[in-house]
């Protein structure tokens, strides 16, 4: 009983704080306010999450609600909590500089850093602004120096199920051995973790079922317990549906965002919802650790005092750099 148990246990990231927050219109930010972000994440951990993405340490122009001051202020209200892991996206080296600065490392607030890329080569230019090459010339000595300081780092790829550039109709597909050789790369190097993003939610179900299997093949059992599943999708259910293929086959982490806000204009729609997603992994058998009612009140919550209160046509980021 206790190894099925085990079998079962699922770790959902809310991303809410991250990814809704990076969509916030300076004219907007009187609502999104660092006590407002506080509360979400304390009411996130009481209802039973342990791993929260709650910065990104983009340019203010990009995504105003991540200007440094605010997120120092956010972290040192925070302060350091023990077992519960706050996650922070960061792009580049001057990401990482503001991450150090911030005294998100180690030494202070010991943040999780998150570094990303995507699996499209034309993704990756239009996200990051650099090749895929460049990126991970560039993240290298950035994970190796973080990783020797006891900096806890987990690592994603965007568009792992397909990218449509704005415009086309066709949609670019990874291909396998590629995506099998990031996810090396990222454990090669010492991350903890690798999430596989959806970004646009292009695969179907029969898609998304063909590329995991696939990689899980070619990992030959290996990291299954370290791979994690990022669905963006227009439709929560859709998005729920490929996450159970997911789930089917094994994978027993998943990322989710209150309402399923988040998304971006390289083509992003929104996340899967995380009340949706606990719901369904109850149904599932899966353990959460998550309480149901928690986390309905805190989601009916956000919608009355944030999305309600800014129209969805103005929750949207000042340009497509830096998301997953």
Known sequence: MGEEKGKN?????????????????SDYLHLFTPKIREDIVRGLIK????????????????????????????????????NVHLITLVPNKSGYENFLAMNLGPDGYHHTMGVFFSAIEAHNRANLGRSIQETVREYKPIIQEALSGKTR??????????????????????????????????FDLGVETVTLSDLQGVATEEETAGILDGLLNR???????????????????????????????????????????????????????TETLVFALN????????DEGAVNALADKVQRELYAKIPLSQQRPLNPKATH
């Open 283 to 290: 149904q599932w058998g899966a353990q959460t650790g998550i």
């Open 47 to 82: 209802a039973g999450f342990t791993q929260l993405e709650v910065f990104s340490c983009v340019h203010p122009k990009i995504a105003p609600a991540m200007e440094k001051p605010i997120l120092m202020e956010i972290a040192g209200a925070l302060g350091r909590l023990g």
């Open 219 to 273: 990992l030959k059992g290996r990291y299954v317990e370290k791979l994690g599943y990022h669905p963006h999708h227009v439709s929560a259910a859709k998005a729920i549906a490929n996450t159970k293929i997911a789930y089917d086959l094994g994978i027993r982490r998943f990322d989710a965002s209150l309402g399923g806000t988040g998304g971006c204009v390289t083509g992003a729609p929104g996340n899967q919802p």
């Open 153 to 186: 780092v987990v690592g994603y790829v965007s568009a792992a199920f397909g990218y449509r550039e704005p415009g086309r109709g066709e949609i670019l597909k990874p291909d396998l051995e590629d995506l099998t050789e990031y996810i090396h790369w990222y």
């Open 9 to 25: 246990r699922v770790i959902v990231t809310d991303v809410t704080l991250r990814e809704y927050g990076q969509n916030i219109p």
